[in-house]
């Protein structure tokens, strides 16, 4: 099975935090997503997405029918979120330096560390890819957002925390990963998860 995981499109806010703040896709947000989409040579036959609209709005207008989890959406900035990125550095320089010096175990002023990012959106996707199995589904498409996939990356590839951060993932960007199912030493049904290459 191929999972792609498809960041959301150009949104109308830039230079913000925007995490959990439910901004708005542009028209040209959708095209970027509508495009990626376009160049898929498997059909998507199992779809979840974050309930975030800069998401969901893509995710509505393709088949099959969304599935919406919240454990899919950005990570949250806590009191930086909807603010902007330069006005936080400039009037809380101390916090902003101590999250991203650790970024895996600080977090933003009541947000969320990398690592409880990687933690809830690795549960998320191993509770889909178990549902897919059972389907008999070949392509799952999430669609989600890039510190998302960077978190789930950087749990497949085992990365170290600066690693994330060497991730450029543009609007409307896919990455892919291939799922191989076997049985382990035990008999029981076992998946592996791998970065996909292969031409999309």
């Avoid at 498809?6 to 708005?24: M, N, P, Q």
């Avoid at 690592?115 to 669609?143: F, G, N, P």
Wanted: hydrophobic content about 35%; charged content about 20%.
């Amino acid at each position: 099975m191929q999972i792609s995981l498809l960041r959301h499109g150009k949104t109308t806010e830039d230079g913000i935090y925007r995490g959990h703040t439910d901004v708005a896709l542009t028209d040209h947000g959708l095209a970027q997503m509508q495009q990626t989409y376009a160049g898929f040579s498997l059909p998507v036959d199992y779809l979840v997405s974050s309930q975030l609209q800069r998401c969901a709005k893509f995710a509505v207008l393709i088949e099959p029918k969304e599935q919406l989890d919240e454990r899919f959406q950005e990570m949250s900035f806590g009191d930086w979120d909807g603010k902007s990125r330069s006005d936080i550095w400039s009037t809380q320089p101390e916090a902003v330096n101590a999250f991203w010096s650790n970024p895996m175990e600080s977090s933003p002023p009541n947000g969320e560390s990398v690592s409880q990012l990687q933690t809830r959106a690795m549960e998320a996707l191993h509770y889909h890819v178990k549902l897919a199995i059972t389907q008999k589904c070949e392509h799952m498409l999430i669609v989600t957002h890039g510190g998302v996939i960077r978190a789930i990356l950087g749990s497949v590839l085992h990365m170290t925390p600066k690693g994330l951060f060497n991730l450029n993932l543009p609007y409307g960007g896919v990455a892919h990963l291939h799922l191989a199912c076997f049985d382990n030493a035990d008999g029981q049904p076992d998946y592996h998860l791998s970065l996909d290459l292969a031409p999309s």
